[in-house]
């Protein structure tokens, strides 16, 4: 099975080269989806499950517990309880989509959740100059932050997202040797990339 | 000018991939070919100037000059200055092969030396088993190295590579940051991953 993992930068444009490596490779592209069918799988809104999703996983995770999700069910402050089992959730749904055949995941550790299935892992960066630009050529009509502000929420979800691969193994989130290929998009246009990555893909898949 | 240039670890397969990269896109590869011309053209023997190529740069490299090449030819023991004048020479050549036209550049931080050319700069890595399996499968009839005595080869060549890039740059040797592209090899064939890097790279270039 020929399963893609994606993991990047916030504003390296990691997400839509996801989505356009699914197309060019004609296989599914999971990110919002696997939020989707973790509500609907477990009765919730859509909006509290993305709200879950998005929660400082670190913050709420009991470190007296150790590095792994073993012994995770007992004596945990409800809201805690809450947000292990909503990551527990995911992942048991992220394993059900990428069990149904080749695909892309995007983001969420799938390259830790999905390591038995030997996934090609891509991390996707980018200098600070060009995810700024990436992020301001996405922004709503109206939004108002200053490039700080960017740059913090930037550092705080990079930071998040470290954080919750620190809990499920000891392979750094953002380290080459965690991943199987790491692409810089600084200054590029994501489509443009794609044709070439999809090939490398094959390649490395042996097809 | 399309310039490829290819940072590696010892052992992982970037000098066969960097050769094999040239010959996908038909352009010339410069690996040994530097110290060849840097021979010729100071008229120094091939052995020689092979073994001025593979000193330890740092340990003869004087500290108190700072980081760049700056003021270099005075007050220093001959050996010093002729290692330097060496380092400077290699400079020139890969400056003079790259100015020829579109190439794929083997080690000597040639993406440094270059940057002013915007090469394509890649980095090659695997795994210790993976270099190791590497290293053996093209060890010359006869040789009897131990694991142990080729892992401490692997990290004397790669700590001198990363010395040397200190003294061109602040980017680091070795860190995604300072790369547009790194490629794990552990457990691959590099033909195998040729052609699809050779799609990638013409994407990159816009071709």
């Given at each position: 099975m020929n399963i893609i993992t994606i993991s990047r930068e916030f504003g390296s444009g990691g997400r839509e080269l996801g989505k356009r490596l699914s197309d060019a490779l004609n296989v599914p592209c999971y990110d919002d989806e696997i939020i989707e069918a973790v509500a609907e799988k477990h009765g919730l809104s859509k909006d509290y499950a993305a709200h879950m999703s998005e929660k400082d996983f670190r913050a709420i995770?009991?470190?007296?517990?150790?590095?792994?999700?073993?012994?995770?069910?007992?004596?945990?402050h409800p809201a805690t309880n809450q947000s292990i089992q909503f990551a527990v959730a995911q992942q048991e749904v992220i394993r059900e989509l990428a069990g149904r055949g080749d695909c892309v995941v995007v983001g969420r550790c799938a390259d830790v959740i999905l390591s038995d299935l030997n996934p090609f892992s891509l991390f996707v960066y980018a200098s600070q100059e060009s995810k700024l630009a990436r992020c301001w050529s996405r922004a709503k009509e109206g939004e108002h932050y200053t490039d700080r502000e960017i740059v913090q929420m930037m550092r705080r979800i990079d930071k998040e997202c470290a954080a919750y691969r620190e809990v499920l193994t000891d392979?750094?989130?953002?380290?080459?040797?965690?991943?199987?290929l790491c692409i810089d998009t600084s200054g590029k246009e994501i489509k443009k990339l794609v044709p070439g990555l999809a090939a490398y893909v094959k390649c490395w898949f042996g097809e």
């Open positions: 995770y009991p470190t007296t517990i150790g590095r792994r999700f073993s012994g995770f069910r007992y004596h945990m392979n750094d989130w953002g380290h080459m040797r965690s991943y199987n």
